[in-house]
T-cell receptor
């Protein structure tokens, strides 16, 4: 079964450093998402991406965050200057088309900011 | 506004007991999808079920069953004869299906289920 691949599975970074979280969505999917889950809390929407642009973003997704689909296969989330409160599990998800609500989630990247 | 409420923060049962996880949602949309996901200790999100708002039929899959009632805006999840492997956090989620929207998932806070031998 096709899957969404996220790398790395765990990343530790120093406060103030830039991090890039990588995702390879399912190849024929058109809609891409990033979600965040702070430890012990609920999963929160960050951003959706369609047709090479951001289609919706939450209030969490401020100027420190950016997304990119640089080569037609990868989908990245960049945090420019990490803060301690960015420590969380970050999930990438994708789905195929408007009428299909079968989201496929990656296994997540656990980001720890020290 | 759209919202998903899982009032039960933690549930603890003994193996073989039946357990029901509650989910209540709010939405002004007339069409939407509801989901349940399981998050085991390893952290990934495991898809369990997706239900269209037009389909109020209850569903059974092995030891799992779901009760969808639009009248009470609830989509409850029952595990029959629980097992230790069912121990996880369970999330209920909602997405509208209006055209033009990009259909983010709105998650509830989750219910942590602990099944003891």
């Amino acid at each position: 079964e096709p899957e969404v691949t996220q790398t790395p599975s765990h990343q530790v970074t120093q406060m103030g450093q830039e991090v890039i979280l990588r995702c390879v969505p399912i190849s024929n999917h058109l809609y891409f998402y990033w979600y965040r889950q702070i430890l012990g809390q609920k999963v929160e929407f960050l951003v959706s991406f369609y047709n090479n642009e951001i289609s919706e973003k939450s209030e969490i997704f401020d100027d420190q965050f950016s997304v990119e689909r640089p080569d037609g296969s990868n989908f990245t989330l960049k945090i420019r200057s990490t803060k301690l409160e960015d420590s969380a599990m970050y999930f990438c998800a994708s789905r195929s088309r408007d009428s299909d609500y079968g989201y496929t989630f990656g296994s997540g990247t656990r980001l720890t900011v020290v | 506004a759209q919202k998903v409420t899982q009032a039960q923060t933690e549930i603890s049962v003994v193996e073989k007991e039946d357990v029901t996880l509650d989910c209540v949602y709010e939405t002004r949309d007339t069409t939407y999808y509801l989901f349940w996901y399981k998050q085991p200790p390893s952290g990934e999100l495991v898809f369990l079920i997706r239900r269209n708002s037009f389909d109020e039929q209850n569903e059974i899959s092995g030891r799992y069953s779901w009760n969808f009632q639009k009248s009470t805006s609830s989509f409850n999840f029952t595990i029959t004869a629980s097992q230790v492997v069912d121990s996880a956090v369970y999330f209920c989620a909602l997405t509208p299906t209006f055209s033009g929207g990009y259909n983010k998932l709105i998650f509830g806070a989750g219910t942590r289920l602990a099944v003891h031998p």
